[in-house]
Nanobody
Framework: QVQLVESGGGLVQAGGSLRLSCAASGRGFSSYIMGWFRQAPGKEREFVAGIRWSGGSTYYADSVKGRFTISRDNAKKMVYLQMNSLKPEDTAVYYC?????????WGQGTQVTVSS
């Protein structure tokens, strides 16, 4: 089983950048698909970005393509989400998730607030 802890959230002005980190503990991380999701107040949780175990394949929601970049370091058991050109509509709690074939494990989330 894998435990996930997010960090790096905060308050930023529109147009700014933040880098979220997700630290994993436990076995199996290096073979897991990993991803970031977000949930804004009053909205459903939505997929943001995903990355295969090798890091060679990445996937993004249309709303963040060209602005966000997901990456991973299997040796450090870390997943990152670099967020650039942030918009007020990116405000949400961001969750790290992962698993062997689907997103079975979830972190507690980190708040990202983008002011206009």
């Amino acid at each position: 089983q894998v435990q996930l802890v997010e960090s790096g959230g905060g308050l930023v002005q529109a147009g700014g950048s933040l880098r979220l980190s997700c630290a994993a503990s436990g076995r199996g991380f290096s073979s897991y698909i990993m991803g970031w999701f977000r949930q804004a107040p009053g909205k459903e949780r939505e997929f943001v970005a995903g990355i295969r175990w090798s890091g060679g394949s990445t996937y993004y929601a249309d709303s963040v393509k060209g602005r966000f970049t997901i990456s991973r370091d299997n040796a450090k058991k870390m997943v990152y989400l670099q967020m650039n050109s942030l918009k007020p509509e990116d405000t949400a709690v961001y969750y790290c998730a992962g698993g062997p074939s689907k997103y079975a494990y979830w972190g507690q989330g980190t708040q990202v607030t983008v002011s206009s």
